[in-house]
C-alpha cells in the first residue's frame, strides 16, 4: 500500500510524521521533490530502528528552499510529471509531499498531482495554529474534490482540543496520532509514536 503524506502547510511536521510511519508500517520512504538541504531523507534516515525500510532516491533533488516550481526555475529545470517512477518495493511505501496540497510543481501541476498519479491513500497532517481550522478543513476539503481517499489526520503540536474536536467533526476524519512538541527527537522518540499510532491504525 501507498501513503501520501500531506500537511496543511510548509510547517506542518510531515517529516517527522512520515518517519513515524516508517518506523510503525517498516515501510519505505521516498520524497519525490526536494527542494533544499539537508534533506528530508536524510532526516528521516536518522529516526528510523528497522532494518527494513528502504529510502528511496529524490526525482528531483533541488538547491534553494523554496516552492519546488521557482527553485526548479533557479536550477534551470522544469519539473515534469512524466518524470516520476514509482519506486518497486515489496514494503508499504510512505512518499512525502512538499509543503501543502496545492504547493506548485510548475505553471501547471500541484504536489498533490502526485498523490493523484499514483492513486495512494492521503494521510494529513494538520499543525495546530491560530488559523488551522480553516486551513485543515479546506485542504481535505481539495483532497475530496480530487476523489483522494484520506487515511485520517496525525495532529501536531500542543494540544487544542476545541480546534481538533471540530475538524474531526466537520471532516468526518479519524484521528490516527497527536504527535505534542518534544524537547528533542530521535529514535527512541519516533519509536514511542509508532507504537502509539499502531493502535489507532486499524481502527
Known amino acids: ?11 506542518s511536521g510531515k517529516t517527522m510524521a512520515s518517519a513515524i510511519l516508517c518506523e510503525a508500517l517498516n515501510a519505505d520512504y521516498w520524497k519525490p521533490v526536494q527542494a533544499g538541504l539537508p534533506t528530508d531523507s536524510e ?3 536518522s529516526l528510523l ?6 529510502i528511496h532516491k529524490e526525482t528531483y533533488l533541488l538547491k534553494t528552499p523554496a516552492s519546488p516550481h521557482a527553485a526548479a526555475k533557479i536550477d534551470g529545470i522544469r519539473i515534469d510529471l512524466d518524470q516520476f517512477i514509482l519506486p518497486e518495493t515489496e514494503n508499504d511505501l510512505i512518499i512525502e509531499g512538499a509543503g501543502g496540497c496545492l504547493v506548485p ?5 500541484f504536489v ?15 499543525d495546530l495554529y491560530l488559523g488551522s481550522i480553516n486551513h485543515t478543513l479546506l485542504t481535505i476539503h481539495e483532497l475530496r474534490f480530487r ?8 495532529f501536531n ?11 474531526l467533526q466537520h471532516s468526518g476524519l479519524r484521528q490516527l496520532l497527536h504527535i505534542k512538541k518534544e524537547d528533542g527527537v530521535d529514535k527512541s522518540t519516533v519509536k514511542k509514536y509508532a507504537k502509539q499510532l499502531l493502535i489507532n491504525w486499524h481502527g
Open 105 to 109: 510543481l510548475n505553471e501547471h501541476d
Open 49 to 54: 530502528s528497522n532494518t527494513k525500510s528502504t
Open 43 to 45: 532526516t528521516v534516515r
Open 112 to 126: 498533490i498531482d502526485l498523490a493523484t498519479r499514483f492513486t495512494n491513500e492521503i494521510i494529513l497532517v494538520a
Open 147 to 154: 476523489q483522494l481517499d484520506i487515511k485520517g489526520i496525525i
Open 157 to 167: 503540536g500542543d494540544p487544542n482540543a476545541a480546534s481538533e474536536e471540530i475538524i
Open 1 to 11: 500500500m501507498n501513503y501520501f503524506v500531506t500537511g496543511i502547510d510548509t510547517d
